[in-house]
């Protein structure tokens, strides 16, 4: 089974319809994080979360919330989807605290707003 | 501020052939420097790390990479490659700013052709 796991795998919405990305986690990891991708632009952090009650913006939160409801999972909501967050989402994790970590991925999720 | 720029979007080459990926930074602090592979319809896996010690850093599936501070890179090589190896290459970075903040290259395209 795989450690880090995302709900949905792909998804098509509508403008201004609410959203939400899952993602859970086996690895016992406090760290986990949402970014987005995009061609040509890398991964871009949306938010960050070092434990359940500690959770940090990215550069790129503006239309985004999210959601730890345990140390397994992580959840990121789009509250009105706009066309601009089409993307593929990945939810990752690592193990420690420091910036020397490596970080576990999701297989992602594809979200197409139209 | 940190930044990372991968000088190819995408790098064709045949199989057997030695590659290499390319990969520049900017930073302001002591760095570590990351590279991750994307194979198709996956997440990102940790290729390679550089924390400190020597330059030249073995990773898995016979890549390396060499941290060269007077040039700020941290370039990928692999002497022969394989079809397999198709994938997507990112580069990261992350220093101690304080906060966590770990900076993903745009990637670099990997297509290795028979």
């Known amino acids: 089974d795989a450690d880090v796991t995302q709900t949905p795998r792909n998804r098509i919405t509508k403008t201004g319809k609410r959203i939400m990305l899952e993602c859970s986690q086996t690895k016992g990891h406090d760290r986990m994080y949402w970014y987005r991708q995009d061609p040509g632009l890398g991964l871009r952090l949306i938010y960050y979360?070092?434990?359940?009650?500690?959770?940090n913006k990215g550069e790129i939160s503006d239309g985004y919330s999210v959601s730890r409801q345990a140390q397994a999972k992580f959840s990121l909501s789009l509250e009105s989807a706009i066309p601009n967050q089409t993307a593929l989402y990945f939810c990752?994790?690592?193990?420690?605290?420091?910036?020397?970590?490596?970080?576990?991925f999701g297989p992602g999720t594809r979200l197409t707003v139209l | 501020a940190q930044s990372v720029t991968q000088l190819d979007s995408q790098v064709p080459v045949f199989e057997e052939a030695p590659v290499e990926l390319r990969c520049n930074y900017s930073?302001?602090?002591?760095?570590?420097l990351f590279w991750y592979v994307q194979y198709p319809n996956q997440g990102l896996q940790l290729l390679l790390k550089?924390?400190?010690?020597?330059?030249l850093v073995k990773g898995i599936n016979g890549f390396e990479a060499e941290f060269n501070k007077s040039q700020t890179s941290f370039h990928l090589r692999k002497p022969s490659v394989h079809i397999s190896d198709t994938a997507e290459y990112f580069c990261?970075?992350?220093?101690?700013?304080?906060?966590?903040?770990?900076?993903f290259g745009a990637g670099t395209r990997l297509f290795v052709k028979a």
């Open positions: 550089y924390l400190s010690g020597s330059t």
């Open positions: 990261a970075v992350s220093g101690d700013t304080g906060g966590f903040k770990t900076i």
């Open positions: 979360s070092f434990d359940v009650k500690d959770i």
């Open positions: 990752a994790t690592s193990e420690g605290r420091t910036v020397t970590d490596t970080q576990y």
């Open positions: 930073s302001s602090v002591s760095v570590y």
